[in-house]
């Protein structure tokens, strides 16, 4: 709903003259990260997007056509994209596609567009020279442009011998079989989930999480304590199978791929933003992960709702 407020806002600010209310640049920006990480979850649960860009064979971009070409695995995915921005990893720089004389204008009209919306917002981020900034920093930056776009999703590419990090909004995407280029499956420009209010789904997952990650600690804690004693991480894994017999459907899944244990991580700061979103008539639970460096990561677990059961069936990593 939020969203929604927010959005319809901005379009007023062109319409309107210079007494209208200014939006503040921080919740905006707030907004389109939550949004970004939500949509691109439901991107990776309809059409798996994250194996397609992690695992990248070759690729190719027609400025021309504003079109990206992936060769990955057993596939070839055709992007139509937007180039929001490229960020140097060399002097840590970040410089906003509509100044980038390398890139066709055309390309970068999701900028002009969040100029004209800084500007009317005394926002100071319409820099025509390089930003000195953070990897993640200039990610929220693209995000925000890609939010005000409406874009089916954002993600980024390295290039230039991998020293560059080209942010790109996506909207219509063909996935083709590679060999065969039949056509799998057509990705329309629309928003992927609806959020909808389930609290006893979301009790069901965070009472997966708390003991799961309770578990870790305990057993992990005491295999240090006593001298790396693989005893207590036997005990570790017999308690994982106990805990996931008890939220998952045992029956939908054959056996658990158990989720990876965060506690270890050292970058992981917080668990936030717990939702519960709807794609393709299917519920499921997602939460953030923020990591010391910024950047987020999102779970998302599958329900088993369709069948009245309040269990988890699938489980989804998505950056």
């Known amino acids: ?17 210079g007494y209208c209310q200014t939006v503040n640049f921080e919740n905006a920006l707030r907004e389109a990260v939550a949004h970004r990480q939500t949509q691109n979850a439901a991107n990776v649960i309809s059409w798996h997007t994250e194996h397609f860009l992690l695992n990248i064979d070759s690729f190719s971009i027609e400025q021309s056509k504003g079109q990206l070409t992936i060769q ?6 055709k992007y139509n994209i937007k180039i929001l921005g490229t960020y140097n990893h ?12 390398s890139i066709n204008k055309r ?8 100029i004209s919306i800084a500007a009317a917002n005394k926002w100071q981020i319409a820099n025509n020279t390089m930003i000195k900034c953070s990897f993640d920093s200039a990610y929220k930056l693209a995000t925000l442009a890609f939010y005000l ?22 909207y219509e995407v063909e996935v083709y079989d590679r060999r065969t280029k039949r056509l799998v499956k057509k990705v329309l420009v629309k928003k992927q989930y609806e959020v909808v209010d389930a609290p006893a789904l979301l009790e069901v997952c965070k009472n997966y999480v708390a003991e799961f990650d309770a578990n870790e600690k305990k057993y992990y804690q005491l295999y240090k304590r006593h001298n790396d004693d693989w005893k207590y991480i036997d005990s570790m894994f017999i308690n994982r199978v106990k805990i996931s017999n008890k939220y998952w459907d045992t029956a939908c899944v054959p056996y658990v791929l158990f989720r ?9 700061l917080s668990i936030i933003n717990w ?14 992960e923020r990591e010391s460096w910024g950047s987020l990561k999102t779970w998302a677990f599958k329900m088993c709702w369709e069948k009245g059961e309040n269990n988890i069936c699938n489980e989804y990593l998505c950056f």
């Not at 990955?72 to 995915?77: D, I, K, T």
């Not at 390309?107 to 969040?114: C, K, V």
């Not at 776009?149 to 996506?170: C, E, P, V, W, Y």
């Not at 939702?275 to 953030?288: P, Q, T, W």
Request: glycine residues 2%; charged residues 15%.
């Open 1 to 17: 709903m939020l969203r929604k407020a927010i959005f319809v806002f901005f379009i007023v600010l062109f319409t309107c003259s």
């Open 260 to 268: 990876k244990n965060r506690l270890q991580a050292k970058n992981l």
């Open 275 to 288: 939702r519960v979103i709807e794609v393709a008539n299917s519920r499921y639970v997602l939460y953030d």
């Open 107 to 114: 390309l970068a009209t999701p900028i002009s567009n969040l």
């Open 90 to 101: 060399k002097d840590s720089t970040f410089l906003w596609s509509a100044y980038n004389s």
């Open 72 to 77: 990955s695995g057993n596939y070839l995915v």
């Open 149 to 170: 776009d409406k874009a089916n999703g954002i993600n980024h590419i390295l290039t230039n011998n991998r020293q560059t990090n080209m942010f790109f909004s996506f």
